[in-house]
């Protein structure tokens, strides 16, 4: 990535991206929402795979989550203010698994091992 992308993007140098993030970081904690919620794992496989790796509490605690802001939003309301700023809408919890997920994706392709599942879009 360029120096120009990099600045672009990053929101400690640039005060349009750190109006980005601000607006972002509203809007999920509306619905009580993490960053990492919006990953589809229908889209991408990698984060199928890294899904299926993280512990039954952390993927139950986002299935609710993605529940709650559907229930949320059909009904036109928001999280109580209260609520809204117990949020962490930026606090990781899938960053690394799939991190560790193209690795190994990577690794397998450099040693010319076949693919664990084929990538295919539905």
Do not use: C
Request: positive net charge.
């Amino acid at each position: 990535m360029s120096s120009f992308a990099k600045w672009l993007v990053d929101p400690r140098r640039n005060w349009l991206a750190a109006v980005h993030k601000r607006t972002i970081s509203n809007r999920l904690k509306k619905y009580g929402l993490r960053y990492d919620d919006l990953y589809d794992p229908k889209y991408d496989l990698d984060i199928k795979e890294a899904l299926e790796r993280l512990p039954r509490e952390v993927v139950d605690a986002r299935n609710q989550r993605l529940k709650r802001a559907v229930d949320l939003s059909m009904k036109h309301e928001y999280l109580p203010e209260e609520m809204q700023a117990l949020q962490t809408p930026f606090r990781s919890y899938l960053q690394d698994m799939l991190a560790l997920v193209k690795r190994e994706n990577e690794e397998r392709q450099a040693l010319g091992a076949l693919p664990l599942y084929q990538r295919t879009l539905p």
